[in-house]
C-alpha cells in the first residue's frame, strides 16, 4: 500500500508562485510514474502534470505549461510540483497521484493511477 501526503497548498496573488510536495511511503518510490491532478468546486479533476519514475520525460496541459514544473526526488520519495504566474483559475484542490504500473512511463489520464493523496487546496486571489 501506498500512502501519498501533499502539503504546500495555500492562498497567493494572481502571478505568484507556489510549491507542492508530495511525500509518499514506499520503498520502491522509483518505479512509479507520479502525477498531479487538480479539481474545483463543481469540476471534474483534470490533470496537471507527470513524471516519468527516473524524470527524464514530462507532460503537461496547454493550461499550465510554461507556467509549472514537475520534478522528483527519488531519495526522499517526494514529487514536486512548482507553480509560477498563477492565476484565478488555478484555484483548486491539487492531488498527488502514483502509479503500480511499471511499465507506464507518464500518465494524463485518471484511471492510470492507483494511490491518490487527500489534496491540498491552492486559492489564487486576482
Known amino acids: 500500500q501506498v500512502q501519498l501526503v501533499e502539503s504546500g497548498g495555500g492562498l497567493v496573488q494572481a502571478g505568484g508562485s507556489l510549491m507542492l510536495s508530495c511525500a509518499a511511503s514506499v520503498r520502491t518510490f522509483s518505479v512509479y510514474a507520479m502525477g498531479w491532478f487538480r479539481q474545483a468546486p463543481g469540476n471534474d479533476r483534470d490533470f496537471v502534470a507527470t513524471i516519468s519514475w527516473r524524470g527524464d520525460t514530462t507532460y503537461f496541459p496547454d493550461s499550465v505549461k510554461g507556467r509549472f514544473t514537475i520534478s522528483r526526488d527519488n531519495n526522499k520519495n517526494t514529487v514536486y510540483l512548482q507553480m509560477n504566474s498563477l492565476k484565478p483559475e488555478d484555484t483548486a484542490v491539487y492531488y498527488c497521484?502514483?502509479?503500480?504500473?511499471?511499465?507506464?512511463?507518464?500518465?494524463?489520464?485518471?484511471?492510470?493511477?492507483?494511490?491518490w493523496g487527500q489534496g491540498t487546496q491552492v486559492t489564487v486571489s486576482s
Open positions: 497521484a502514483a502509479s503500480a504500473d511499471p511499465q507506464l512511463r507518464i500518465g494524463s489520464r485518471i484511471h492510470e493511477y492507483d494511490y
